[in-house]
């Protein structure tokens, strides 16, 4: 091949790795499938099987780490909060999550968490607290508002853990929040366990002061497998 012919032909092999990057990254040498059927595009191949080689290289050094899918057990998480009450502290629980988690210490930048849970599931021990909750617009208004649900943005490695920055939607209101966590795992299971705080007036539950506090201090346990 010409010196002028071998430059064209290596733009064209960018131009069209390019264009199928999105396949290669499941499988990066599926370069050289695009290779041998150069002949389709009117190309030769060339005598030298450096450059190609090169390219499959790079494709393989671009591949993000595969991300570990983890399917969470519903029926053991806890999800518990904790609130001031007029007469002491109120603590309550919510189940019926639903997660979508993809997890990878080595990929974080590809990591993601979906999550849901079921706000007609509220309990605090007390039925008629509970049916308040439930039913009152001030509180929770489950009927209108069935679901409470988290959407992560980012996750991060920090000192004691990992910290996921995300929207959390509750009620009308959607707003960014933090939550430190820790992951361990067990072979093909794990835990992710993570404490936070949130604000109940920035998601107008309850009145603005009175006597039930501000401050909601929630904690997760949620057990997965793959």
Known sequence: MAPEQNADFHDRILSAFCRNKSRLRNHPCKILAIYYNLPTWGLQKPANMKFLLLICILAFATTPNAIDHWNAD??????????????GTVHGSFSGLKATIGFSEKDLAGSSISASIDAKTVSTG?????????????????????VISFKSRNIE???????????LTLKATTRLIEIP??????????????????????????????????????????????
Not at 127 to 144: F, G, H, M, Q, V
Not at 157 to 167: D, E, L, P, Y
Not at 196 to 216: A, P, Q, T
Request: charged fraction near 25%.
């Open 157 to 167: 490695k920090t000192a004691s853990g990992f910290k996921v920055s995300g929207n």
């Open 126 to 146: 007390i039925s008629l607290r509970n049916s308040d909750l439930r039913k009152k617009e001030i509180w929770l208004n489950t009927d209108k508002y069935p």
């Open 181 to 226: 966590f820790t992951f361990t795992p067990s072979g093909a299971a794990g835990i992710f366990q993570g404490k936070f705080r949130i604000n109940r007036e920035d998601y107008e539950i309850g009145k603005k002061g009175g006597s039930v506090g501000k401050i909601i201090s929630i904690s997760l346990e949620i057990p997965v497998t793959k």
């Open 74 to 87: 519903a029926s053991k998480a806890k999800i518990n909060f904790s609130v001031d009450g007029p007469f």
